[in-house]
């Protein structure tokens, strides 16, 4: 079930009572044209340790500024706005418009599972058949139903403080019209960056589990090129008829490597061509463009 099926997109845009086409006008600041930032003070969960680091040799980080400029060329030919963030698997952020606002649509149920997770964790109990009838298709089908249930049970406290452990700086909160939360390239690659350290440790697997077997229908985009090569951790968000949105954030691992990456797009003149930005997005990150 996709985030606005497409009958009902305009009913329901009508519904939540926003005017879409005036959000380039509040669009956040703008990077150049490729821009990198300090490396972060937090690393992946996975990351090596400052030790073992010390003891290996000095190498370029992953992916290669030369690569993130291929992709910044390819995406300044795509139709729309866009904008999309790396942060490299030594932590260094880089990309284009990083800090440009866009409506999260289905990509804020990564957060809501965070905070759902960080909720029963609170509760000192394990994950029982009924927090797995709403995470499991939250996730795995992007079901709006569940999403909702998931935001009334974990309230919009629990969630502002996921963006704040993630140190967003870009997150705007739409309350009860959870889609229409406002996000950014770098905010959501750093939260899937820093992912795991942010789920309790005892239900991390799970959410791996669920953020990896997203059914084939949705795993267009970054995990149609990167795998089998990477192991692929990712949610995607689309709006086609109201704004032609088609985004997705991921985390992608393999021995030795770890980074994540966001792609942001709005107005794509159809779902297909937002699907084809992300993945020629990808293909120059990995080196195959």
């Known amino acids: 079930m996709t985030w606005l099926q497409r009958p009902h997109a305009t009913k329901i845009a009508a519904v939540f009572g926003l005017s879409l086409l005036a959000l380039a006008a509040s669009a956040g600041e703008l990077a150049p044209a490729v821009s990198a930032s300090p490396r972060l003070s937090f690393a992946a969960a996975s990351s090596p340790s400052r030790a073992l680091l010390a003891h290996r040799a000095p190498r370029a980080a992953y992916p290669s500024r030369a690569r993130v400029t291929d992709a910044a060329r390819y995406l300044a030919r795509r139709q729309g706005t866009t904008a999309f963030a790396v942060v490299d698997d030594e932590g260094g952020l880089s990309g284009t418009h990083v800090h440009l606002r866009f409506h999260s649509a289905s990509t804020v149920k990564s957060m809501l599972l965070v905070a759902y997770l960080q909720m ?26 569940a999403a909702t249930a998931v935001l009334e049970a974990v309230g919009e406290d629990r969630l502002d403080r996921v963006a704040q452990e993630a140190h967003m700086r870009d997150y705007v909160p739409a309350g009860a019209t959870w889609g229409f939360t406002e996000i950014s390239a770098a905010d959501m690659a750093r ?34 090129v990167a795998r089998p090569e990477f192991e692929v951790f990712f949610k995607g968000g689309w709006l086609p008829e109201v704004e032609g949105l088609v985004s997705q954030i991921a985390r992608l691992e393999k021995p030795g490597i770890t980074f994540a990456m966001a792609v942001l797009t709005r107005y794509d003149p159809s779902m297909a061509y937002g699907e084809q930005t992300l993945e020629g997005v990808t293909a120059e990150l990995l080196g195959r463009g």
Not at 120 to 145: C, F, K, Q, T
Not at 203 to 223: F, K
Request: glycine share 6%; proline share 7%.
């Open 191 to 224: 939260f899937f960056y820093i992912q795991d350290s942010l789920i309790p440790h005892r239900y991390d697997g799970y959410a791996r589990w669920l953020l990896s077997t997203i059914e084939a229908g949705e795993s267009w985009g970054i995990p149609a």
């Open 120 to 145: 029963v964790a609170s509760e000192r109990r394990p994950l029982n058949g009924d927090d797995r009838d709403l995470l499991y298709p939250m996730i795995h089908s992007s079901s709006n139903v």
